[in-house]
T-cell receptor, first 115, second 115 residues
Framework: EAGVAQSPRYKIIEKRQSVAFWCNPI?????LYWYQQILGQGPKLLIQ????????DSQLPKDRFSAERLKGVDSTLKIQPAKLEDSAVYLC?????????????FGPGTRLTVL | DAKTTQPNSMESNEEEPVHLPCNHS???????IHWYRQLPSQGPEYVIH???SNVNNRMASLAIAEDRKSSTLILHRATLRDAAVYYC????????????????FGQGTILTVHP
């Protein structure tokens, strides 16, 4: 079974530029998550999708971050404009459903460096 | 989400058992205990979860205290591949709305395995 795919794996940009990350979840997984992991910390949930609808975006900085999940499959996360503090690993995860026992499968992440 | 407390780091020797503790003194009756781990440069991966009874799977065992205020993840024979950050997470089965399915990661325990 193919895992969660993410691209690019690494990205370096200057502050105030824009950047986009792509995620392809495991086939058949209805729930998709984007996490931000700053160096030395645990991942923090940014946004959760159920199919193509947003379930939780309470920690998404909406003035600069946006995300969409077209047709309930692939998803993109965009930052515009980027700030220095956005340097982090952005992890995508998916699960069959959003239940409390459903295992979340994580992709390898995209490491963003903002200069 | 209820808070968990884990040691910052632990060390073990290869092929010896490892006991990773987690304190969750404010756990509620509807909180499930989940463990994830994150190998270097990878996304987190599911290890095990439980509610009240001890649980075993191919990766590890989970021992839950009778009062549920603490739990221990047991790796029966540590290998070099088990070197990772281990996260103990509480997930509330009764949570609705935006908390549904959410994983709230803490700092975790950095496990070092010596050859």
């Amino acid at each position: 079974e193919a895992g969660v795919a993410q691209s690019p794996r690494y990205k370096i940009i200057e502050k105030r530029q824009s950047v986009a990350f792509w995620c392809n979840p495991i086939s058949g997984h209805a729930t998709l998550y984007w996490y931000q992991q700053i160096l030395g910390q645990g991942p923090k949930l940014l946004i959760q999708f159920q199919n193509n609808g947003v379930v939780d975006d309470s920690q998404l900085p909406k003035d600069r971050f946006s995300a969409e999940r077209l047709k309930g499959v692939d998803s993109t996360l965009k930052i515009q404009p980027a700030k220095l503090e956005d340097s982090a690993v952005y992890l995508c995860a998916s699960s069959l459903d959003p239940s409390f026992i459903a295992e979340q499968f994580f992709g390898p992440g995209t490491r963003l460096t903002v200069l | 989400d209820a808070k968990t407390t884990q040691p910052n780091s632990m060390e073990s020797n290869e092929e010896e058992p490892v006991h990773l503790p987690c304190n969750h003194s404010t756990i509620s009756g509807t909180d499930y205990i989940h463990w994830y781990r994150q190998l270097p440069s990878q996304g987190p991966e599911y290890v095990i979860h439980g509610l009240t009874s001890n649980v075993n799977n191919r990766m590890a065992s989970l021992a839950i205290a009778e009062d549920r205020k603490s739990s221990t993840l047991i790796l029966h024979r540590a290998t070099l591949r088990d070197a990772a950050v281990y996260y103990c997470i509480l997930r509330d089965v009764a949570a609705g709305g935006t908390s549904y399915g959410k994983l709230t990661f803490g700092q975790g325990t950095i496990l070092t395995v010596h050859p």
